[in-house]
């Protein structure tokens, strides 16, 4: 069996009955998924700014799971927010969702669009793309000019979804497309099959790394990711 803990970086709940019925379908028959929340920080992440109030709560969830004996992480959030400290203080496999669905992007097409939330979270997402080393292959970042608490009007959400991808593909010349937030859920079939070409939901993405990370037996590395000093932390 695998034990993945799925933390969701904000402190509301909203969102986790989707994201399990999601991950419940596509899982492994052996895989056992919890999700959590944080008790503090932001109710959303749009910008550098709510990550920055979210990490400290996600990183110490993170340790938590590796002493409760989980066999792996994902953080779930475009943002990857905590993802490098995690891998830092832990062994077990820790997987960011935005890092998890660009590498996937590069396997199948030469360009992609990342269509996310609102225009004023492009530049955390443009900086990340730069860390992670995959900016020349991302042609687009779009917004759907909605912010992410709303995302549940689920017809607003499909109609600025189908217009945006649209534009992504046919005025940037992506050949694939990334959805740029956890929270854009549930049109991943529809719209590739419109637009013809592939549709990457993050989360789906980061739990399939993460599944075949525990059963190849591989984590970071630690020449990456060294381990911290013993030093006097306090909050």
């Known amino acids: 069996m695998k034990r993945i803990k799925v933390i969701v970086p904000v402190n509301t709940s909203i969102w986790n009955e989707s994201i399990l019925e999601i991950f419940e379908k596509n899982k492994d028959s052996d895989t056992l998924i919890d999700i959590v929340n ?29 002493v409760e004996g989980y066999d792996g992480i994902i953080i779930y959030c475009f943002g990857d927010p905590a993802v490098r400290a995690a891998k830092e203080k832990l062994r077990i496999p820790v997987v960011g969702i935005m890092e998890a669905s660009i590498h996937f992007a590069s396997l199948l097409g030469k360009r992609f669009s990342i269509i996310t939330t609102r225009n004023e979270g492009k530049f955390a997402t443009e900086d990340l793309l730069k860390l992670y080393g995959f900016e020349k292959k991302c042609v687009s970042i779009r917004a759907l000019g909605i912010e992410v608490l709303n995302l549940v009007d689920r017809s607003r959400l499909r109609k600025a ?29 529809e719209i590739s099959e419109i637009l013809k070409l592939p549709v990457i939901e993050p989360g789906i993405t980061a739990l399939k790394i993460c599944e075949d990370l525990i059963d190849v037996g591989l984590t970071h590395s630690k020449r990456a990711y060294p381990m911290p000093l013993n030093i006097k932390r306090q909050i």
């Open 38 to 66: 944080i008790t503090k920080g932001p109710e959303a992440i749009e910008q550098h700014y709510d990550e920055v109030w979210s990490e400290l709560f996600t990183l110490r969830e993170a340790e938590k799971a590796e």
């Open 161 to 189: 979804a189908l217009e945006t991808c649209r534009l992504a593909v046919e005025d940037d010349g992506a050949d694939v497309l990334v959805f740029g937030c956890g929270s854009i859920l549930g049109l991943r079939e």
